[in-house]
């Protein structure tokens, strides 16, 4: 038994492997194309995971891969009774996964069908985009806290990293929906007393625990919530937005300065002011700043070995 594993791998070495980097020396184009098929494969096999991925899916799928190192390993052992029943169960397998995985086929065939070819392969729309729309959805939860009366705060990070803050809430990583930003500060549950923070596109956490500004800093009726908003505003270049508990009135915490009684339109007009237009025009402008100063640069150069190619024509005549 042994030995025939022995040739069984011998042979196989022979006439595949080899033969394959044989082909790569004849025809090295081909190693472009194996590249590429590689390449396509592994972003297949990761997109397909990260949707299966916590769902029901993903238990069958552990199943399935047990199935198939359980027949493979019955062939080497030579193990023939389990190795054809196996075999058997693998041949109507797959007519057993689409039964099974019917209504996640379905909406991935759905999807290819009507959204865009981008979206289709996971690439999301550009940050700036994004950005607004989370910044819609903070605007929302808050005017509904604000009719509620319900406290909160909720901390939207910038440039400055604020990490160390972040760290001390419970972590989340979740999207930013008005649905569970409302629901987080709902009184006496275990989350709603602290701040929420959102990095990068993300609740990354929620309890937080703040700087307090002090007293002197701000007028005596505010709150705890509005020296905690003023504070990280100061310690860093966030912008924090505060839903008052007694009165329902929101106000906004930027570079230190607390801007109260902010209404809907204007809550939303600050934060895309500081947090989109002003961020990413300044982005956009560096880019352009670089891309004219290396132009420039090359110019000049340029000019100066055509007034050295001048100089050295006169020296030679």
């Not at 397998?93 to 996971?122: D, M, S, Y």
């Not at 550009?126 to 903070?138: H, R």
């Not at 002197?216 to 020296?227: M, Q």
């Amino acid at each position: 038994m042994g030995s025939n594993i022995g040739i069984t791998w011998e042979n196989f070495y022979n006439e595949n492997i080899l033969n394959y980097f044989r082909n790569f020396q004849e025809n090295p184009l081909a190693l472009v194309s194996l590249i590429i098929d590689i390449a396509v494969v592994i972003f297949l096999c990761y997109y397909f995971f990260r949707i299966v991925k916590g769902s029901r899916a993903w238990q069958l799928i552990k199943g399935i891969v047990f199935l198939i190192i359980a027949t493979w390993l019955s062939g080497i052992l030579n193990l023939k009774i389990l190795n054809t029943i196996l075999t058997g169960i693998m041949n109507w397998g797959v007519i057993a996964v689409i039964v099974i995985f019917q209504p996640e086929l379905r909406r991935a065939l759905e999807q290819l069908g009507t959204n865009k070819f981008t979206r289709f392969f996971g690439i999301d729309k550009d940050i700036a985009t994004k950005t607004k729309e989370d910044i819609y959805k903070v605007v929302i939860a808050t005017e509904e806290l604000s009719k509620s009366k319900t406290g909160a705060l909720i901390v939207i990070e910038r440039d400055i990293n604020i990490q160390d803050i972040i760290a001390s809430g419970i972590p989340m990583d979740a999207e930013v929906s008005p649905q569970l930003l409302v629901n987080i500060f709902v009184p006496k549950t275990p989350l709603h007393d602290g701040a929420v923070v959102i990095s990068n596109n993300k609740i990354a956490a929620a309890a937080c625990v703040l700087p307090l500004a002090n007293d002197a800093d701000i007028a005596k009726e505010l709150g705890t919530r509005h020296r905690a908003a003023i504070g990280i505003s100061k310690e860093s270049d966030s912008i924090a937005i505060v839903v008052s508990e007694e009165t329902g009135k929101v106000s906004v915490a930027k570079d230190g300065t607390l801007i109260a009684d902010v209404r809907e339109e204007v809550l939303k007009k600050i934060l895309i002011t500081n947090i989109v237009t002003k961020r990413f025009t300044t982005d956009k402008k560096r880019t352009k700043s670089k891309f004219s100063k290396l132009k420039e640069k090359f110019l000049k150069d340029q000019k100066e070995n055509t007034k050295i190619e001048k100089d050295t024509t006169k020296i030679n005549k």
